[in-house]
């Protein structure tokens, strides 16, 4: 009797075997495959960051559209106006993601300077539009694509950054 439960317990491990050999090989192939998705993954979130394909930010050299700076107290009195509702003004800081992390005016919209061709679908039209960079050169070429690209309420603030964060009297989140 002891063999009878002896072999029948062979049999069933010898039954089982090719179910435990395919399953443990089935666990593989999906633990490569979910190596592999999350592989894709980290590469497509990567790339979405990089953005490497946006369009450069041009405007030809014969599109002069005068003085488009604005004085930090100006665009405070914009930013004053639209709190009342009088007047839709948007302030893009065109930094990259961590300065703006860092600190920027209240309710500015964060579009890096890489990405504002890629992004220019996302603005709001019958917006005035103010420009704001560490670089104020590359604050007033923003404006300037920006009017190039038909969206000609646009500015850019004098003395960037730190014209607005200088005497402290302006907010800054």
């Known amino acids: 009797m002891a063999d ?21 090989a089935a666990r593989a192939v999906q633990e490569r495959q979910d190596a592999a998705d999350r592989e894709r993954a980290e590469q497509m979130t990567a ?21 488009l700076s604005r004085k930090p107290d100006d ?9 009342s509702g009088k007047l839709k003004v948007l302030v893009i800081d ?3 993601s961590a300065a703006y ?6 309710g500015s919209l964060g579009m890096p300077f890489s990405t504002l061709g890629l992004d220019l679908a996302e603005l709001p039209p019958l917006t005035r539009f103010i420009t704001i960079c560490d670089d104020v050169e590359r604050s007033r070429l923003a404006a300037r694509f920006l009017r190039h690209r038909g969206f000609d309420d646009s500015w850019f603030l004098a003395g960037g950054v730190s014209a607005w964060t200088d005497d402290g009297k302006r907010s800054w989140v």
């Open 101 to 106: 992390q860092a600190g920027h005016i209240p």
């Open 75 to 83: 665009v405070a009195a914009m930013l004053a106006k639209l709190s």
């Open 4 to 24: 009878a439960g002896y072999s029948r317990g062979m049999l069933d491990r010898l039954i089982n075997l090719p179910f435990k050999i395919i399953s443990k």
């Open 47 to 67: 790339s979405s960051r990089n953005r490497s394909n946006s369009p450069a930010v041009e405007v030809p050299d014969d599109f002069e559209t005068g003085d």
């Open 94 to 96: 065109i930094r990259d």
